[in-house]
């Protein structure tokens, strides 16, 4: 042992080094093939692939009727019964017991003007038939007074008791004592006239409701002059404008060559621009007999079936014009959006959702075709936004962007 050579003991690096370099290289292929599959299903997920461009819509609610509208036209509410209430004196106003929305009843003081000096009138008038009264009963005692002496005389004469003459004046008397009573009684009809015509004048400053309405305008305030035809400076004429509420129609202008579609009694559907989501039933009250040559439209007056206190004169209203009377159920919104947002994946009717800048995969339940668009009975609610026409490229996950407004 001792004799041997020492170099026979020196270790072969080779083997070594070469067993590295092979693991290194192992490790290297490994971790390039993880960072591929990684990445490729980052990929597939749409974290590395470009954003999308897409089209937008919107989950709705659509009424059945609108499966079954015959034509569409626009108008207004207008009151069929209307008034700008003023006064038939002219003075200065007292008082004003109503303002705009207040309700009121036919023959309702809504304001009074001045009328001391028509109270007073009257109140002349009163005292003067009461004398009239007196009169006539002084009238009348002068007559049966004289009406008894006549009938004394009469018989005196006709004993010879009594010369002709006596006679002849105590007729006399009788005949202006008649006379005496006609004049009172004309007497107080010129003063029950009178009294009429002071109490007429009473009522006109008291300034009433002709039929049951709502206050629409108030016109006036207290202290203005009030005058029937406003033609004097600063002066007024209407105190208050009222509606009456139960006449409210839709007045809408019906293109002529779209009258066809249109008749009496026809059943429509009313959509008031303030309340977007309501719809009210209607029907047609009326097609007025003359066309607008500037607009070729003709008016069409629909009524509201249903009464509702949310509806006002003046609203932006929409007409549908229906081919039939709804039922109950078609009165009750659907939930709806546009087929083209609707595509098949994997055998399921699929909508991408727009959620956080990117499309989300959600499969949804159809019903029936409403018009242009499709009813749908789960997966999506009112408001949900949608992608409209979606690629067949396009994945769940998937990050996109919204056209410009």
């Not at 070469?18 to 490994?30: A, I, P, Q, S």
């Not at 109490?199 to 008291?206: F, G, N, S």
């Not at 959006?337 to 994997?346: C, E, G, I, K, S």
């Not at 409403?370 to 769940?396: Q, T």
């Amino acid at each position: 042992m001792p004799n041997e050579d020492i170099s026979k003991l020196t270790i072969d690096k080779s083997v070594r080094a070469y067993g590295l370099t092979r693991r290194k290289r192992f490790f290297r292929w490994g971790t390039a093939i993880l960072v591929l599959i990684i990445t490729g299903f980052l990929y597939l997920q749409g974290v590395f692939r470009p954003a999308l461009s897409v089209d937008v819509a919107t989950v709705t609610q659509v009424y059945p009727s609108r499966a079954f509208t015959l034509l569409n036209a626009s108008g207004y509410v207008v009151a069929q019964r209307k008034a700008a209430v003023a006064s038939k004196a002219t003075g200065s106003l007292e008082s004003l017991y109503v303002e705009e929305g207040s309700h009121v009843k036919e023959g309702q003081i809504m304001a009074r003007l001045e009328n001391k000096d028509a109270i007073a009138a009257q109140d002349q008038a009163a005292a003067n038939l009461r004398v009239a009264n007196s009169n006539l009963d002084q009238a009348k005692a002068e007559l049966h007074d004289a009406t008894l002496s006549l009938s004394r005389e009469k018989d005196l004469l006709d004993k010879g008791y009594v010369a002709k003459a006596d006679y002849d004046s105590i007729e006399a008397r009788y005949k202006k004592a008649v006379a005496g009573v006609a004049g009172a009684q004309a007497a107080i009809k010129a003063d029950i006239a009178a009294l009429q015509a002071a109490r007429v004048a009473i009522e006109y400053t008291e300034i009433r409701a002709p039929f049951d309405a709502v206050v629409l305008t108030k016109n006036a305030d207290v202290g203005d002059i009030i005058t029937p035809l406003g033609a004097a400076a600063n002066a007024q004429a209407a105190v208050v404008t009222i509606a009456d509420m139960n006449s409210l129609q839709v007045e809408a202008d019906v293109s002529e060559s779209n009258l066809e579609f249109v008749k009496v009694g026809q059943p429509c559907e009313i959509q008031l621009d303030a309340f977007p989501e309501a719809r009210f039933r209607g029907q047609v009250h009326m097609v007025v007999p003359t066309a607008d040559r500037s607009k070729a439209t003709v008016m069409v007056k629909v009524r509201f079936l249903d009464k509702d206190s949310r509806i006002l004169p003046e609203m932006s209203a929409k007409v549908a014009f229906l081919q039939r009377q709804m039922t109950l159920d078609e009165q009750k919104p659907r939930t709806a959006l546009n087929p083209a947002a609707v595509m098949t994946r994997d055998g399921r009717k699929t909508v991408f959702l727009i959620r956080n800048d990117r499309a989300v995969a959600t499969p949804v339940t159809l019903g029936a075709m409403i018009g242009d668009m499709v009813e749908v009975l789960g997966g999506v609610k009112v408001g949900d936004k949608v992608v409209l026409k979606p690629l067949d490229s396009l994945r769940n996950g998937d990050k996109i962007t919204l056209p410009e407004k």
